[in-house]
C-alpha cells in the first residue's frame, strides 16, 4: 500500500530538512507499514511516514514540531490508545529504539495499528459473555471448532439437543454437518465460510438438523470466530438453540398468509404474485406464453342453500383435487373465494393449450360427486385470457379471465370463452348499465307495460301480463331482455320485481273497480329465478298483497321452465308455501328446457304457457302443430289452463283454438302497451 505513494509526495521529503545522511533508513522507514515517528530526546516529533499520517489521522507537517505525548521509555510493546481528530480511537502496539538522525540521537518509534484486533477481542469477550449468559438462560447447545486441528468440542446440551448421549457424538466438525438437512446444507456451509473468511461479521444461520429420532428439528446457530494478528480464523465458538416451535409457528402463519384453509390450495395472493412472476417472464422471453383460466362452479350456490355449506364445502374440495388432478405438474391453481378457482397455465404454445385443459377440466368435473350419500351434478364455467394481450398488472388479467367466464356462463353453463377486446368493452358497458339501474330504480324510470291475455271461448280479455319497460333517459324504452339479465346478476331484480308487482296490483286493482269484469280477471307477474330462491319471497308478496289489497286468488306467478327443473325439490316446496297464500302460479315459456313430467304432475300449478316458438312456426312449418298440440294434452292431462304466447297471425289463432288451447296472448291481440292504453283496451273492448 505504501508503495503507491510516491516518494517526492509525502511531506517528509518535502520538508526543508537536510536530507538525511542515511538514505536507506529514510526509505525504510517511508514505506514501512507501522507508523513511525522519528522523536528527538525531548519528545519533540521531528519525522512522521505516511503509516504514521493514517493513524494520527493528520498531516506530517501537522506532526512535525508537537511534542509526541506518548512515554518513550519504559515497557517494551504498551499499548496506547490514539484518538483521533475525528474522535475516532485507535489502537496501536509501541516498539521505540534510540538511534541517529541526521546526525542527532532520537527515538525511533514504531506504532502498530492493532485497531480492528482489539475490537475483535472486545467483542469476542463482550459476546462470550453474552453467550455464556444467553446459553444458561435459553438452553443452548454450545460448539468450539478449533479450525487449526478441526475438531469441535460440542456441550452435553448440545447432543441432548439432537437426542444424543454425551459419548455419543465425537468431535469431527462431520458430526455437525452430517445431520444437517441436505436442502439446507450448502447455504450453511456458505455461511460458516463467509464468516471464517471474515466476509461476516458474525456467523448465524437457520437450518433442520436430524435429532437420534430421525425426526427434523429446526435450529438457529450462532458463532463467532476468534482470529490471529494476521485475521486468519482460529476458533470459532456459538451456540445452537432449538426453534423448532417458532418455525412451525411461522410456517403456519405463511401458509394461512397464502393458501386457502378449506382447499389447502394456493389463495388470491399467492395467485396474483405467481402470476406477476409469469408476466415478467412473458416480458423476458418473446416465446413464453402464458394463460389464465377463471372457473366458476355452475350451481355451487343451489348445493349450498339445498345441502347445507358443510356440503358445500365438501364439493369444494373434492372439486379442488379434481382440478389439481387436470393440470400438469407447473401449472397451478389456486381458490380465489367462494366457488371461483382460477389456474395459471405456464409455457403454452397457442390458445389450442389453454382450451384443452379447459375441456379436460370440464370433463373431470362433469362425473357426480358424491357428498353425504348425495349425487351432486355439477359443471364447471372457464374463462380464458392469455398473456398475449399485453398485460400491465396480474389483476388486470384476472379480471379479463372473469369477465370471460361470465360470458361462457351466459352461453350457458359449462362451456369456456376466450377474452377479447369486444368483451372487454361490453364488460365496461354492463358496468355502466349497472350504475343506470341502480339510479332507475331510485329515480322511477321503470314502469309497467301489460299485454292482455284473450280467453279464446269467450274473445274477451280474461287478464293480462304485466311486463317491466326502463324508461332511460338516453337509450330510451329498453326492454327487459337487455336488463333484466343484469338486474340477477346483481341483485337487482329484487327492488325490481317488488315494485313491479306493487304496481301492477295497483293498476289491475284500480280497473277491478273501474270496470266491472264478469269472469275471474288474472294478472300475470313474471318472477326469475333469482326471485324465486329468496328465502323471504312469500313474506315479501304477503306484504305486497296487503299493502294494495289485492286478492292473492288473482294473481298468477309466472316461473320459467328451467327455475323450477333447476331445483325441483326446493321449487316444489316454495311453490306450495306460495299457494298456500292463495295465489295460482304458471309455468312461463314451457317446451324450451329440460322438464319433467314425473314432477310437474307433482307440483301445484295451475297455468302453463306454450313457448311462443312453438307458436310462431305454425302456419309456415307444419312440424311445430304437432308439438304444440303435444305440450297442450299433456297439460290439459295435468290439469292444467293452457295459454298460447305470442299469437301473431289469425292462423295460429284457429289452431290454438283446434287444439283447445284455453288462451291466447300475442300481438295480432295488442303489444304490450302502457296503463293508459291498457285502461282504454279494457273500457271499450277487444277490437277483434
Ligand atoms: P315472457 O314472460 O315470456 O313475456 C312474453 C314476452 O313475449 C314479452 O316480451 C312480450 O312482449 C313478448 N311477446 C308477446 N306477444 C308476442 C308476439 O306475438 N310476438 C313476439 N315476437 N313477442 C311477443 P318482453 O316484454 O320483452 O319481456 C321479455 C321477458 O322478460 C319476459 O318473457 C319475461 O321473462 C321477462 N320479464 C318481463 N317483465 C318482467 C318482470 O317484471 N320481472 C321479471 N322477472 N321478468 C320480466
Ligand atoms: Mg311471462
Ligand atoms: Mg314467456
Not at 278 to 283: G, I, L, T, V
Not at 294 to 312: E, P, Y
Not at 476 to 489: K, M, Q, T, Y
Not at 590 to 596: D, K, L, P
Amino acid at each position: 500500500m505504501n508503495d503507491s505513494t510516491g516518494e517526492g509526495s509525502t511531506p517528509f521529503l518535502r520538508s526543508n530538512e537536510p536530507r538525511p545522511p542515511d538514505g536507506r533508513l529514510e526509505t525504510i522507514i517511508h514505506r514501512d507499514a507501522n507508523a513511525a515517528l522519528v522523536v528527538s530526546l525531548q519528545g519533540m516529533i521531528r519525522h512522521a511516514n505516511p503509516s504514521a499520517e493514517r493513524l494520527f489521522g493528520r498531516a506530517a507537517s501537522e506532526l512535525v514540531g508537537r511534542a509526541v505525548g506518548i512515554p518513550l521509555h519504559g515497557a517494551d510493546t504498551p499499548e496506547i490508545d490514539v484518538r483521533r481528530p475525528d474522535g475516532e480511537l485507535a489502537v496501536a502496539e509501541l516498539f521505540s529504539l534510540e538511534t541517529v538522525w541526521s546526525g542527532e540521537t532520537v527515538f525511533l518509534i514504531s506504532l502498530r495499528d492493532i485497531t480492528a484486533r482489539a475490537r475483535a477481542e472486545e467483542a469476542l469477550r463482550e459476546s462470550e459473555e453474552r453467550y455464556a449468559l444467553a446459553a444458561r438462560a435459553a438452553n443452548d447447545g454450545l460448539f468450539d471448532w478449533d479450525v487449526s486441528i478441526n475438531r469441535v468440542y460440542y456441550s452435553p446440551r448440545w447432543k441432548t439437543m439432537l437426542g444424543y448421549d454425551e459419548d455419543e457424538i465425537g468431535d469431527s466438525p462431520e458430526e455437525w454437518f452430517s445431520r444437517v438437512h441436505a436442502e439446507d446444507l450448502d447455504r450453511v456451509r456458505a455461511a460458516v465460510a463467509a464468516h471464517i473468511d471474515g466476509l461476516t461479521s458474525h456467523f448465524e444461520n437457520e437450518y433442520r438438523i436430524r435429532h437420534k429420532t430421525g425426526a427434523w428439528r429446526w435450529v438457529l446457530c450462532r458463532g463467532l470466530a476468534v482470529r490471529d494478528p494476521l485475521g486468519r480464523a482460529t476458533r470459532m465458538a456459538g451456540s445452537q438453540s432449538d426453534v423448532t416451535h417458532r418455525k412451525l409457528a411461522e410456517q403456519q402463519l405463511n401458509h394461512r398468509a397464502f393458501y386457502d384453509p378449506l382447499t389447502n390450495l394456493p389463495n388470491r395472493a399467492l395467485f396474483i404474485d405467481r402470476l406477476r412472476h409469469a408476466m415478467r417472464r412473458a416480458q423476458r422471453r418473446k416465446d413464453y406464453q402464458f394463460a389464465v383460466l377463471f372457473l366458476d362452479i355452475d350451481r355451487f350456490k343451489t348445493v349450498n342453500d339445498s345441502l347445507g355449506h358443510m356440503a358445500g364445502d365438501r364439493l369444494l374440495v373434492m372439486a379442488a383435487r379434481r382440478l389439481e388432478l387436470s393440470l400438469r405438474p407447473g401449472d397451478s391453481v389456486a381458490r380465489l373465494g367462494g366457488d371461483e378457482f382460477t389456474v395459471l397455465l405456464e409455457d403454452i404454445r397457442d390458445e389450442s393449450d389453454a382450451t384443452r385443459v379447459a375441456d379436460r377440466i370440464q370433463r373431470e368435473l362433469v362425473t357426480p360427486f358424491d357428498i353425504n350419500g348425495h349425487e351432486i351434478v355439477t359443471s364447471v364455467s372457464i374463462g380464458i385470457a392469455r398473456s398475449s394481450t399485453g398485460y400491465e398488472n396480474p389483476e388486470d388479467i384476472l379480471r379479463d379471465a372473469d369477465t370471460a367466464m361470465y360470458r361462457a356462463k351466459a352461453a350457458g353453463r359449462a362451456k369456456y370463452a376466450i377474452f377479447d377486446t369486444a368483451m372487454h368493452e361490453r364488460a365496461v358497458a354492463l358496468l355502466t348499465m349497472e350504475a343506470d339501474l341502480r339510479r332507475a330504480i331510485e329515480r322511477t324510470e321503470l314502469t309497467v307495460y301489460y299485454q292482455p291475455i284473450v280467453s279464446l271461448d269467450s274473445g274477451r280479455i280474461s287478464g293480462v301480463e304485466a311486463l317491466v319497460r326502463w324508461n332511460h333517459p338516453q337509450r330510451g324504452l329498453v326492454r327487459p331482455n337487455d336488463f333484466i339479465p343484469l338486474a340477477e346478476e346483481t341483485g337487482l331484480i329484487v327492488p325490481i320485481g317488488r315494485f313491479v308487482l306493487a304496481e301492477a296490483c295497483r293498476h289491475v286493482g284500480a280497473w277491478r273497480e273501474e270496470f266491472d269484469f264478469r269472469d275471474n280477471f288474472a294478472l300475470h307477474v313474471n318472477l326469475s329465478g333469482r326471485q324465486f330462491s329468496q328465502a323471504d319471497l312469500v313474506g315479501q308478496i304477503r306484504s305486497t298483497l296487503d299493502e294494495t289489497g289485492f286478492q292473492p286468488g288473482d294473481l298468477r306467478l309466472e316461473i320459467t321452465e328451467s327455475v323450477v327443473m333447476e331445483r325441483p325439490e326446493n321449487a316444489r316446496a316454495m311453490l306450495l308455501q306460495l299457494r298456500e297464500l292463495g295465489v295460482r302460479l304458471s309455468i312461463d315459456d314451457f317446451g324450451t328446457g329440460y322438464s319433467s313430467l314425473a314432477y310437474l304432475q307433482r307440483f301445484p300449478i295451475d297455468t302453463l304457457k306454450i313457448d311462443r316458438s312453438f307458436v310462431s312456426g305454425i302456419g309456415t312449418k307444419g312440424e311445430n302443430s304437432e308439438i304444440a298440440r303435444t305440450i297442450i294434452d299433456i297439460g290439459h292431462n295435468l290439469g292444467m289452463v293452457v295459454v298460447a304466447e305470442g299469437v301473431e297471425t289469425l292462423e295460429q289463432l284457429a289452431q290454438m283454438r283446434a287444439m283447445r288451447c284455453e288462451s291466447a296472448q300475442g300481438y295480432l291481440f295488442s303489444k304490450p302497451v302502457d296503463v293508459d292504453a291498457t285502461r282504454a283496451l279494457l273500457r271499450h273492448g277487444p277490437t277483434w
